[in-house]
């Protein structure tokens, strides 16, 4: 049996600037030579030639500390050494300054190292000028370019990560005004992109850097906290190391031991969450016991408990159950000596790498003598999914904010662990519900997600997944995504597939109301009808899609049914294209629209008939109307067509600020396929039942009370009370205003212009 447990980390300190001799070693290539014993000769001779290129490219330059500035491409490359990345990878580390610092151009790069590495130097550099500082909209578009280069190539954000890993190694060199900044970025960003990818040695190292320079007070006091403590428990640890050596020993066990300690961020965070002092803490010690096999993991456990009383509800057994990065371990707390909580990790030394370089572990056992372990694969499987989850959400979601909207939530998990009837495990974040599980699984099935069951019991969509729980979806072929689901949903992939349902569905209607909008702007104009997307007309399409700006006649179509562009403007451009293609206008149709125009004829109007969707037509809150109104069209900026009736007081201010090009004819149709939403004022006696027999009435008249408002406690005579109905027509609305003027207790009834 082995055993080895190194003295815990020191508080971080950074030296002060080393002399000369120092500088220069550690500015030499020999500093890196060391590392590279897993590259080929050939290899190691490519890195060489980078290095050479960026000692003479850096030539002169100095960091902050006064130290030769090629010595951070070299601790940023030696960083890289740690998690074994190959040869490309160690060349961009060493290159990752020279296009932005030193002139040096893409092109300069691919004619002396090949485009694999000038991409990789091109993908760092471009993250390297991303401002995290800016107005939300920007910060949001930097995430994106940051996390989309990251799925692309993951070599990128590895070497971001230990370009930044050194850069806060150095940040006490950097001027005191920069530290708040930059470490805040670090903690919110960096940090949890660590964490995700399974790099938990860098996570916990960039955590605590962080936590140094953000709050160095209590940096300082919890670590000489740590320490006092650290001394005082210095014999029980011992006494522990014995206790554990001699029962594996007895067992004839073979382990490797190491002491564990929170780090001081994670003490930090645990004291400000759960309101505890320092004395109060009782697990900050640990001990990880690395194993053999796994089999032997679960053997140790036994002889752990054993020994110690295990503390029931602290057992999770993440071998079993990985985490969402593919970290593996068993975790258990027992009451050692003294009655002092420890906690003890137990892992093969496979899932020990996966643990601690989480996606890098591919190049560690890729570089290794025996090849990749399953749990290699695991790993890179878990950061690969997700990587390919950013690419699945960029591609329905072109807009930044509503990207980081969706990813941030994946970016700092809470996981629970559930499973499918077939027994396969998904982690999912905590709070997620039904609907998150079924878009897990694929998105066909959240798409027609219709029912679900939870260990066999059925349950609305929105409940929310516990740990161990069975799920099972039912779908149905003519189930589609709810809007209503983005209220509960948690994951970023759910959220994102929701919504792109949801504009594809507003999409097709914003495209038809524009194809009529645009049909009617020509008319105006003189041609019968709108031009088909064929082969005859493509050309003239083309012309007109170049001057508006957009991809598609799709596309074109519905910006101007959400009111993005003003179809009468499309179609005099229109006309012109068609002119030049040799479809001049109709004089007879022409005469015909001037005629209409003067309201001799309404056949040119939109028609309304209430089957439009809510994407693409609304009624105006301000009037509500309803069929027998005299209505307009207001086409709203990327709202679609908006119909206000004429009197509209509303309406009237819009035509004078936005000017009449905004404004269209519409007309009802001769059947409308629904009712309508209309306010009513009916002001009552304060007699007992009042509210009860308006109600009857309103019911009786066959209008659906939609929502009802009243004063609170009122001590008057009357009471205005505000209704919100929906009725049929005009016709019907004075129906029901007359049955309700008869029913007792009401003093009048009559039409609201406007209900909150």
């Given at each position: 049996?082995?055993v080895?447990?190194?003295?815990?980390p020191?508080?971080v300190?950074?030296?002060?600037?080393?002399?000369?001799?120092?500088?220069?070693?550690a500015?030499s290539?020999?500093a890196l030579?060391?590392r590279l014993?897993y590259?080929?000769?050939?290899?190691v001779?490519?890195?060489?030639?980078a290095?050479c290129?960026?000692d003479?490219?850096?030539?002169?330059?100095?960091r902050?500390?006064?130290?030769?500035?090629?010595?951070?491409?070299i601790?940023?490359?030696?960083q890289?050494?740690?998690?074994?990345?190959?040869?490309?990878?160690?060349?961009?580390?060493?290159?990752?300054?020279?296009i932005?610092?030193?002139?040096v151009?893409?092109a300069?790069?691919?004619?002396?190292?090949g485009a694999q590495?000038?991409?990789?130097?091109?993908?760092?550099?471009?993250?390297?000028?991303?401002?995290?500082n800016?107005r939300?909209?920007?910060?949001a578009?930097?995430?994106r370019?940051?996390?989309?280069?990251?799925?692309?190539?993951v070599?990128?954000?590895?070497?971001?990560l230990a370009?930044r890993?050194?850069?806060?190694?150095t940040?006490?060199?950097?001027?005191?005004?920069?530290?708040?900044?930059i470490?805040?970025?670090t903690?919110?960003i960096?940090?949890?992109?660590?964490?995700?990818?399974?790099l938990?040695?860098?996570y916990?190292?960039?955590?605590?850097?962080?936590?140094r320079?953000?709050q160095?007070?209590r940096?300082?006091?919890l670590?000489?906290?740590?320490s006092?403590?650290?001394?005082?428990?210095?014999?029980?640890?011992?006494?522990?190391q014995?206790?554990?050596?001699t029962?594996?020993?007895?067992?004839s066990m073979?382990?490797?031991?190491?002491?564990?300690?929170?780090?001081l961020?994670?003490?930090y965070?645990?004291m400000?969450?759960?309101?505890l002092?320092f004395?109060?803490?009782?697990?900050?010690?640990?001990?990880?016991?690395?194993?053999?096999?796994?089999?032997d993991?679960?053997?140790?456990?036994?002889?752990?408990h054993r020994l110690?009383?295990?503390?029931?509800?602290?057992?999770?057994?993440?071998?079993?159950?990985?985490?969402?990065?593919?970290?593996?371990?068993?975790?258990?707390?027992v009451?050692g000596?003294?009655?002092?909580?420890?906690e003890?990790q137990?892992?093969?030394?496979?899932?020990?790498?996966?643990?601690?370089?989480?996606?890098?572990?591919h190049?560690?056992?890729k570089?290794?003598?025996n090849?990749a372990?399953?749990?290699?694969?695991?790993?890179?499987?878990?950061?690969?999914q997700?990587?390919?989850?950013l690419l699945?959400?960029?591609?329905?979601?072109?807009?930044?904010?509503?990207?980081?909207?969706?990813?941030?939530?994946?970016?700092f998990?809470?996981?629970?662990y559930v499973?499918?009837?077939?027994?396969?495990?998904?982690?999912l974040?905590?709070g997620?519900t039904?609907v998150?599980?079924?878009?897990?699984?694929?998105?066909?099935?959240g798409?027609r997600?219709?029912?679900?069951?939870?260990?066999?019991?059925q349950?609305?969509?929105?409940?929310e997944l516990?740990?161990?729980?069975?799920?099972?979806?039912?779908?149905?072929?003519?189930?589609?995504p709810?809007p209503?689901?983005?209220?509960f949903?948690?994951?970023?992939?759910?959220?994102?597939?929701?919504r792109?349902?949801?504009?594809?569905?507003?999409?097709a209607?914003?495209e038809?109301l524009?194809?009529?909008?645009?049909?009617?702007?020509?008319?105006?104009?003189?041609?019968?009808?709108?031009?088909a997307g064929d082969?005859?007309?493509?050309?003239v399409?083309?012309?007109?899609?170049?001057?508006t700006?957009?991809?598609s006649?799709?596309?074109l179509?519905?910006?101007?049914?959400?009111?993005?562009?003003i179809?009468?403007?499309?179609?005099?451009r229109?006309?012109?294209?068609l002119?030049e293609h040799g479809?001049?206008?109709d004089a007879?149709?022409?005469?015909?629209e001037?005629?209409i125009?003067?309201?001799?004829?309404?056949?040119?109007?939109?028609?309304?008939?209430?089957?439009?969707?809510a994407?693409s037509v609304r009624?105006?809150?301000?009037?509500r109307?309803?069929?027998?109104?005299?209505?307009?069209?207001y086409?709203?900026h990327?709202?679609g067509?908006?119909?206000?009736a004429?009197a509209c007081?509303?309406?009237?201010?819009?035509r004078?600020?936005e000017?009449?090009e905004r404004?269209f004819?519409?007309e009802?149709?001769e059947?409308p396929?629904?009712?309508f939403?209309?306010?009513?004022?009916?002001?009552?006696?304060?007699?007992?039942?009042?509210?009860?027999?308006?109600?009857?009435?309103?019911?009786?008249?066959e209008?659906?009370?939609?929502?009802?408002g009243?004063?609170?406690g009122?001590?008057?005579?009357?009471?205005?009370l505000?209704?919100?109905?929906?009725?049929?027509?005009?016709?019907h609305l004075e129906?029901?205003?007359?049955?309700?003027r008869?029913t007792?207790s009401?003093?009048a009834a009559?039409?609201?212009e406007?209900?909150?």
């Amino acid at each position: 049996m082995s055993v080895a447990v190194p003295l815990p980390p020191e508080i971080v300190r950074v030296p002060e600037a080393p002399p000369a001799a120092l500088n220069a070693a550690a500015a030499s290539f020999t500093a890196l030579t060391v590392r590279l014993d897993y590259l080929s000769d050939a290899d190691v001779e490519q890195v060489r030639r980078a290095y050479c290129f960026a000692d003479q490219a850096h030539l002169g330059q100095l960091r902050n500390s006064g130290e030769p500035y090629i010595t951070h491409p070299i601790a940023v490359a030696a960083q890289c050494t740690e998690w074994r990345l190959d040869a490309p990878a160690l060349m961009a580390a060493l290159l990752h300054d020279v296009i932005e610092d030193c002139g040096v151009t893409k092109a300069n790069l691919i004619e002396r190292f090949g485009a694999q590495v000038a991409d990789l130097v091109d993908g760092v550099t471009k993250l390297d000028k991303l401002q995290f500082n800016t107005r939300e909209e920007n910060q949001a578009e930097s995430f994106r370019k940051m996390l989309l280069a990251m799925a692309r190539d993951v070599r990128v954000i590895l070497v971001k990560l230990a370009d930044r890993t050194h850069n806060m190694r150095t940040l006490v060199s950097a001027s005191p005004e920069k530290w708040g900044r930059i470490a805040h970025e670090t903690l919110d960003i960096y940090a949890p992109i660590a964490h995700r990818l399974g790099l938990n040695q860098t996570y916990r190292e960039l955590q605590d850097l962080s936590f140094r320079y953000m709050q160095p007070w209590r940096y300082t006091t919890l670590a000489k906290a740590v320490s006092k403590a650290r001394s005082r428990g210095r014999d029980l640890i011992q006494k522990v190391q014995r206790d554990i050596e001699t029962a594996f020993a007895g067992a004839s066990m073979s382990i490797r031991m190491a002491g564990r300690e929170k780090t001081l961020y994670s003490i930090y965070r645990k004291m400000k969450d759960k309101q505890l002092s320092f004395a109060q803490l009782t697990d900050i010690y640990g001990f990880r016991l690395v194993l053999p096999t796994t089999i032997d993991c679960y053997t140790a456990l036994g002889i752990l408990h054993r020994l110690y009383k295990p503390i029931p509800g602290r057992f999770k057994d993440h071998i079993a159950i990985p985490k969402a990065n593919g970290y593996q371990s068993l975790h258990t707390t027992v009451v050692g000596p003294s009655s002092m909580n420890i906690e003890f990790q137990l892992r093969t030394e496979t899932m020990h790498h996966v643990a601690e370089a989480g996606v890098a572990t591919h190049w560690l056992y890729k570089s290794a003598d025996n090849g990749a372990a399953p749990s290699s694969a695991s790993s890179e499987r878990f950061g690969a999914q997700w990587l390919q989850s950013l690419l699945d959400i960029e591609d329905e979601t072109r807009d930044a904010t509503e990207f980081w909207d969706h990813i941030k939530v994946d970016l700092f998990p809470d996981a629970v662990y559930v499973f499918t009837p077939k027994g396969r495990i998904l982690a999912l974040p905590r709070g997620a519900t039904v609907v998150d599980f079924a878009y897990a699984i694929h998105s066909d099935i959240g798409d027609r997600t219709s029912a679900a069951r939870i260990n066999g019991e059925q349950v609305p969509l929105r409940t929310e997944l516990r740990n161990g729980d069975v799920v099972e979806v039912i779908t149905a072929s003519v189930a589609r995504p709810n809007p209503a689901w983005l209220d509960f949903v948690r994951t970023g992939r759910a959220r994102s597939k929701i919504r792109h349902h949801i504009k594809a569905v507003g999409q097709a209607a914003a495209e038809k109301l524009g194809e009529r909008m645009l049909g009617q702007a020509l008319r105006a104009e003189g041609l019968g009808v709108l031009p088909a997307g064929d082969a005859e007309h493509q050309p003239v399409w083309d012309k007109l899609l170049r001057f508006t700006g957009n991809r598609s006649r799709a596309e074109l179509l519905a910006d101007i049914g959400m009111g993005k562009r003003i179809a009468a403007i499309v179609a005099k451009r229109l006309v012109v294209l068609l002119a030049e293609h040799g479809e001049k206008p109709d004089a007879l149709v022409l005469s015909r629209e001037r005629l209409i125009a003067c309201g001799s004829d309404a056949q040119s109007a939109l028609i309304i008939d209430g089957s439009e969707t809510a994407a693409s037509v609304r009624f105006a809150l301000c009037c509500r109307p309803v069929p027998g109104d005299s209505i307009v069209g207001y086409l709203g900026h990327g709202e679609g067509l908006i119909v206000h009736a004429c009197a509209c007081s509303v309406g009237q201010r819009l035509r004078d600020k936005e000017g009449a090009e905004r404004f269209f004819a519409v007309e009802w149709g001769e059947e409308p396929t629904r009712s309508f939403e209309t306010g009513v004022l009916i002001k009552i006696q304060h007699d007992k039942g009042a509210l009860a027999r308006v109600a009857q009435a309103l019911s009786s008249a066959e209008a659906d009370i939609n929502r009802v408002g009243m004063p609170d406690g009122t001590q008057q005579d009357s009471i205005d009370l505000h209704f919100i109905i929906a009725v049929r027509d005009v016709d019907h609305l004075e129906a029901v205003l007359r049955a309700v003027r008869h029913t007792p207790s009401v003093l009048a009834a009559t039409r609201a212009e406007s209900v909150a």
